[in-house]
């Protein structure tokens, strides 16, 4: 009997707790409800690259002045991290992120796994027509659109005016006709390099590569010499990795850093970017959006020159930057669609790329620094080289659904090779390697 | 004393909440590793899933990067767990009596473990850049000539080992410090009565007394190394020349960026029966026999 009054005087209090809150806080939770079903959450999963980390946080603040329906959870993360966060999280048919950044030649890929959403039927033809259509093919797969055309890249060689001047080299000429090749670029890095304690050890390298070892960047040296980064259906490398420009471009590369080296090793693409302006290099092989860097720079003195070639072989500049996506099991599709229109279409475009830099995708961003006078003066009107390079030169990473795969072993064979490796048995099993992980492409 | 049937469940009701957390956190994965193992995608008509017997193990043992991969591992293991345990044996001699200051020394030797391995590999990925790393200038002040360290094949996975030892040493000695520390006097007293050297009580003495000790430090280092991939994972991406490719990392890479869900589990499922296999060995060898 005791039990039972116990009991029931327990359930009096929860009950009477219970209703005795419900009663109090009723009205404001059915505000707060009301609110918070007209919010939409998505969560954007993007680069933490500079300079996103600035302008992404700008850009999602306004979004949400413009859009208070939509509330945005961002994460910003490393290149290689965004990688992985994909493959676990889209692997596993998870809802989030409902946005993310993708990689040009992750699309095939990301396609054939299942992980993006067609977004055609978002976009009317006056949006599409925005886009760029070498960058609509770049998102498109089988004719269907699966991520959103949102930033575009080049590559130039930058180069600091002081220590030429030291070394008593004159300026380099901006016309793309006059461009440097390989061979001689070397030998100006050699005239470039310090070692003015002479313990073995420059306090200055000659040359720097910003995305040294990562096939963006390394690719357009077998390229240059006429060399094939995978064979025509996207699913085979036989015979592609070691032919002769590949050899030749690999024992080029080895040297530079151990037969002249003008160019440090141990140093990974992300420091050889801060190495430039410190002036630990004299030359830099870098991405076109640094310009807005450097030009905020107060004593550092630089000039650009057009991104080199082998003698004998064509211009080939990097290119293709990172497109948006929309996660096929995404709960929020309308909310993550408006967000990348947002961010790639006119006028918010221009607003990023005004903070940003990287070369656009979009027509009316194009059109607005071919109108504006900012990009005809120094250091702005790099833009011209860069529009030159984009429609002459630049040649994307290749299309294959195993680019993840290819790109993981060919950045650590590029590696192997600065580091010394053997060219011709480094580019062999490289070869059997990626050809053995294409095969479920098949 | 008879026990009553509630009085024998109690150590079972403890026992279920860590239970629980080895069921949810370890068995099940395992089991689900398993079962993966046995599964291959296709990606040719879409992303289609199906039976694939043993042919996933089948083309993980024939792959020359893996078994490159689980002979780094056997290297590492071999080189990693009695160059710490030694290291840490050292230190915890040095300072296990009671003294003063010893307190400051055990901190002093303890503080590299409260840095996470991930910061640990990074400050001394700084330190030995080839280019006018802190290590290379030390070095050109005895004139010794540059090392390449993590650029070098040869160098690479030795400048692994140290830097992982450099943290794990001062967590070991502790255990260790605690097995010298329970040592009763009087068995050194006993001996010295006897006319027993130092290196006579150290043989006899100290070294039968911290078999149990050392057989959990040393079961316990071998599987943390032997799944040990985050200094790799950081420095050298497996590389120079794969002669930091440990299998874990090769495992990691199969399930997360080569899209071989099956292939990586396959690695995972040989890695724990060979773990299981070298921790057998080392209670059959190390369990002092009563």
Do not use: C
């Not at chain 1, 980390?53 to 306004?62: F, R, S, Y």
């Not at chain 2, 160059?83 to 590299?112: C, D, E, H, S």
């Not at chain 2, 050109?140 to 996975?157: D, R, V």
């Amino acid at each position: 009997m005791r039990k039972i009054i116990v009991f029931a005087s327990l359930l009096l209090l929860v009950t009477g707790i219970t209703f005795a809150g419900g009663a109090t806080e009723q009205p404001k939770k059915g505000t707060d409800a009301a609110t918070k079903s007209d919010v939409t959450e998505i969560y954007f999963l993007s680069s933490s690259v500079k300079p996103y980390d600035v302008a992404m946080p700008i850009m999602i603040a306004n979004f949400e002045k413009e859009n208070p329906d939509i509330k945005v959870k961002l994460e910003m993360l490393p290149t290689k991290n965004i990688w992985e966060i994909v493959e676990i999280k889209l692997g596993a048919k998870e809802s989030t992120p409902d946005v993310l950044f993708t990689d040009s030649p992750l699309v095939t890929s990301y396609v054939v796994k299942g992980y993006l959403e067609p977004l055609d039927s978002y976009y009317s033809e006056t949006e599409l027509d925005q886009y760029l259509p070498v960058a609509i093919d770049a998102g498109s797969v089988g004719g269907k659109l699966y991520a959103a055309p949102f930033l575009n890249s080049s590559q130039v060689l930058y180069y600091n005016t002081d220590l030429f001047d030291e070394a008593g080299v004159p300026r380099l000429s901006k016309d793309p006709a006059d461009r440097l090749t390989w061979e001689e670029l070397v030998d100006l890095a050699k005239k470039v390099t310090f070692d003015r304690d002479n313990d073995g050890i420059p306090e200055v390298f000659g040359l720097g590569i910003s995305q040294i070892s990562r096939p963006y960047q390394m690719l357009s040296m077998p390229e240059s010499l006429g060399g094939k980064p995978i064979g025509k259906d996207g699913l085979t490398v036989k015979g592609v990795l070691t032919d002769d420009a590949w050899l030749t471009a690999g024992k080029f590369i080895q040297d530079i850093f151990n037969e002249s080296k003008v160019s440090p090793k141990g140093v990974s693409a992300s420091d050889m970017l801060a190495y430039f302006p410190s002036g630990k290099l004299a030359m830099l092989l870098g991405p076109d959006y640094n310009v807005n860097a450097y030009s905020n720079l107060k004593d550092f003195n630089w000039d650009y020159a057009p991104y080199p070639y082998f003698e004998g072989g064509v211009p080939v500049t990097p290119t293709g930057s990172w497109s948006l996506g929309v996660n096929k099991t995404s709960k929020n599709k309308e909310a993550a669609v408006r967000l990348i229109k947002y961010l790639t279409l006119a006028p918010n475009n221009i607003t990023w790329f005004e903070m940003d830099g990287h070369l656009p995708t979009n027509k009316l961003t194009m059109e607005h620094i071919g109108n504006s006078e900012k990009y005809k003066q120094w250091p702005f009107d790099i833009f011209e080289l860069l529009k030159h390079e984009s429609t002459y030169t630049a040649i994307p990473r290749p299309s294959t659904p195993g680019y993840l795969e290819y790109e993981s072993v060919l950045t650590n064979a590029f590696e192997d090779i600065r580091n010394g490796a053997d060219v011709a048995s480094t580019l062999k099993d490289t070869e059997t390697r990626i050809e053995r992980m294409l095969q479920k492409y098949r | 004393m008879i026990q009553s049937k509630r009085e024998r469940l109690v150590p079972y009701i403890f026992l279920i909440p860590a239970f629980l957390g080895l069921a949810f956190f370890r068995l099940i994965p395992i089991f689900s590793s398993l079962i993966d193992s046995f599964i291959t995608t296709s990606y040719t008509n879409g992303a289609t899933k199906k039976f694939a017997g043993l042919s996933n193990y089948i083309f993980v043992l024939t792959d020359p990067v893996f078994l490159r991969a689980l002979l780094n591992t056997f290297v590492f293991t071999i080189i990693v767990n009695p160059f710490q345990i030694i290291w840490a044996f050292v230190m915890a001699l040095l300072v296990y009596r009671p003294g003063k200051g010893m307190n400051i020394f055990r901190t002093i030797f303890f503080i590299p473990f409260t840095i996470s391995l991930a910061i640990t590999s990074t400050i001394w990925g700084i330190m030995l850049n080839p280019n006018g790393g802190l290590v290379n200038s030390i070095l050109g002040l005895f004139s010794i000539p540059p090392g390449e360290f993590l650029t070098s094949h040869k160098q690479a996975l030795g400048s692994i080992i140290f830097l992982v030892s450099w943290r794990a040493v001062g967590y070991w000695m502790i255990f260790l410090i605690a097995g010298l520390q329970n040592i009763s006097q009087s068995l050194y007293e006993s001996a010295w009565i006897d006319g027993a050297r130092a290196w006579q009580s150290f043989l006899y003495i100290t070294m039968p007394m911290m078999k149990r000790v050392f057989l959990f430090v040393i079961v316990a280092d071998t599987t943390q190394n032997f799944l040990m991939f985050a200094p790799m994972y950081i420095l050298t991406g497996g590389g120079p020349q794969n002669s930091t490719n440990v299998a874990m990392y090769e495992a990691y890479k199969n399930v997360f960026i080569y899209a071989d869900r099956g292939g990586g589990n396959a690695m995972v499922m040989i890695m724990i029966l060979l773990m299981l296999l070298i921790v057998f060995l080392e209670f059959k060898i190390l369990i002092p026999k009563e």
